[in-house]
C-alpha cells in the first residue's frame, strides 16, 4: 500500500509518498491508497489513530484551542487533501497517542479537579510519533529519548512505553527551544498580565521570540548562531531533563538523540552527555527522525484492522 503522508507546520507543508520503507518526497497531493495525517494534538480522545470522516475532522477542530500554532496548520491541509483525494481513506495519527501509556503520577498536574476534570489541564506530551520511532529502532528496556529541535522534548520509555516526558499540555513545557522559552513559572506570567504586557503579546512572545533566539539576542534560534549563554542554559536543562527521564525509567541502557539538533550539533551532544557520567555508563545512539514511516505505517494498520 502506497501511502501519502502529510505533515503540516505552521509554516511548512511535507509530503512523503512511502512505499514499503522508502520514503520519496513529492511537490503536491500525489494519487495514493491511503493519506496518512500528522495531527499534533489528539487530546484526551484519540489515543490511536483514527480513520477520517467529519466528526474526526470536527474534533480535531475543537482540540485546535489546546494547540492553536499546530492543530490548524494541519486541519486546512487535511481538507485540502480530502478534496485533491476523495475517493481514498485518510487518517489521522496523533503525536499525542504515544504518551497515552504514562502513569497518573506523571501525567497529572498538581492543580483544582475541575481544572482536570473540566477544562482538559493534562499533561499530554508530544514528538511521540518520532519517540515511537526511535524506540522501534534501539530495542532495551530503558531509553531515554532526547527529540531536540525546532521543538525539544525528552522522553522515558520503558519497555517501549513512555512513561514520562517533558512537554506537557502543550509543546511549550518542558526545555528551552529554538524561540519557545520552555517551562516558565507561572507567577512571572501573572505579574506580567497584570499591566505589562497582554495575553496576546505573552503567548507570542514564549512562542517566537523566546528560547536560545532570546538570549541570542535575537533571530531564528539557531544553534549555529547561538550566544555561549543560550547555550550553557540549553545544555544544562537538557540534561537535567534526561536526568529526570532517567529516574522516570529507574536507570538508563540508552540515551537516543533526535531530531535536527539532535542529530546534528555534535558538540553539543557531546557537552549534554559529559554532565550525565554521574549516571555511569550507558550507550549513546543518534537517530534520525523519520516520522514519515511512522505514519504510513500506523495508517496500514489501522485500514487492515478495519
Known sequence: MDVLVVNAGSTSLKLDLVHGETAKRVEDFTRADAVGHRIVHGGLRFTEPAVVDDAVVAAIEELSELAPLHNPPALEALRRARAALPDVPHVAVFDTAFHRT???????????????????????????????????????????????????????????????????????????????????????????????????????????????AALSGGGSGDVREASPLALAVFVHRVAGAIAAMVAACGGIDVLAFSGGIGENAGELRERIVERLRFLGDFRVEVVPAREELVIAAETRRVLASG
Open 102 to 212: 504514562m502513569p497518573p503520577e506523571a501525567s497529572t498536574y498538581a492543580v483544582p479537579e475541575r481544572w482536570r476534570e473540566e477544562w482538559g489541564v493534562h499533561r499530554y506530551g508530544f514528538h511521540g510519533i518520532n519517540v515511537q520511532w526511535v524506540a522501534s529502532q534501539v530495542r532495551v528496556p530503558r531509553l531515554v529519548v532526547a527529540h531536540l529541535g525546532g521543538g525539544s522534548s525528552v522522553t522515558a520509555v520503558l519497555d517501549g512505553r513512555s512513561v514520562d516526558t517533558t512537554m506537557g499540555f502543550s509543546p511549550l513545557e518542558g526545555v528551552p527551544m529554538t524561540t519557545r522559552s520552555g517551562s516558565v513559572d507561572p507567577v512571572a506570567l501573572v505579574y506580567l498580565l497584570r499591566g505589562r504586557l497582554t495575553l496576546d503579546e505573552i503567548e507570542e512572545q514564549l512562542e517566537h521570540e523566546s528560547g536560545l
